[in-house]
Each structure stands twice: as structure tokens, then as C-alpha cells.
């Protein structure tokens, strides 16, 4: 399995990103991407996570109404459309696949994701 992230970079506070995950070597569509982010010297925390198979989407409350996850399952691609985004909002984002739901995603439980991609920086300035 490979997980490969793209679209960051720089923005202005008040702009948007896309980041997007493209998967590959899931044999079927049951399992779950999330996205976590991790910003200097803090923990690498989940922000959002959908369900391929279903399309259940699910987001931390830092950035709900602001973020929206979707999946292409034609394309095996996962996206992430940050709205609004915020200083605060800057940080290493990784993909990450998990085959048995989003609790790693949303308790923030690194040691539970099977795959992790690079990572994509994002950078919010004021």
C-alpha cells in the first residue's frame, strides 16, 4: 500500500487548500484515509477521516464547518477542501489509512494508522 499527499503550500489567512491522497494497493474500497497534522513541536493530532466504502466523513472539531473530505474511489483518491484556514492551521499534514475505522483518526492514535504518506506542508500566514 502507498499513500501519496499533494497540494500544499503557502496561503493567506481566509484562503483555501486542497490536499489531496492518492491510494494505492488496497485490494477493496473497505477502509478508511484520514488526515492528521502536525505542527513544530507538537503532536501529530487527526483533523478528519472518511470511510472509502461508505463515504462517512467525520472532522475535529478544530476544523469543522471550515473542511470538507471527500472520496473519488474511481480515481482512489481522498480529498481534503480547508476553508477559511488560519495561522493556527499550519503544520506537516499526513494521509493515513486505516482498515479498520476512524477511531485512530479521531482519538488521534498514531500507533493504530496501518499507512502513513511523506506528509505536505501547509503554511497559513497572518
Known amino acids: 500500500v502507498q499513500l501519496v499527499e499533494s497540494g500544499g503550500g503557502l496561503v493567506q489567512a481566509g484562503g483555501s487548500l486542497r490536499l489531496s491522497c492518492a491510494a494505492s494497493?488496497?485490494?477493496?474500497?473497505?477502509?478508511?484515509i484520514g488526515w492528521f497534522r502536525q505542527a513544530p513541536g507538537k503532536e501529530r493530532v487527526g483533523v478528519s477521516c472518511?470511510?472509502?466504502?461508505?463515504?462517512?466523513?467525520y472532522y475535529a472539531d478544530s476544523v469543522k464547518g471550515r473542511s470538507t473530505i471527500s472520496s473519488d474511489n474511481a480515481k482512489n483518491t481522498v480529498t481534503l477542501q480547508m476553508n477559511s484556514l488560519r495561522p493556527e492551521d499550519t503544520a506537516v499534514y499526513f494521509c493515513?489509512?486505516?482498515?479498520?475505522?476512524?477511531?485512530?483518526?479521531?482519538?488521534?492514535?498514531?500507533?493504530?494508522?496501518?499507512?502513513w504518506g511523506q506528509g505536505t506542508q501547509v503554511s497559513v500566514s497572518s
Open positions: 494497493g488496497f485490494t477493496s474500497d473497505d477502509y478508511f
Open positions: 493515513a489509512a486505516d482498515y479498520w475505522g476512524c477511531e485512530s483518526v479521531l482519538g488521534s492514535r498514531t500507533d493504530l494508522v496501518d499507512y
Open positions: 472518511i470511510s472509502v466504502l461508505d463515504g462517512t466523513a
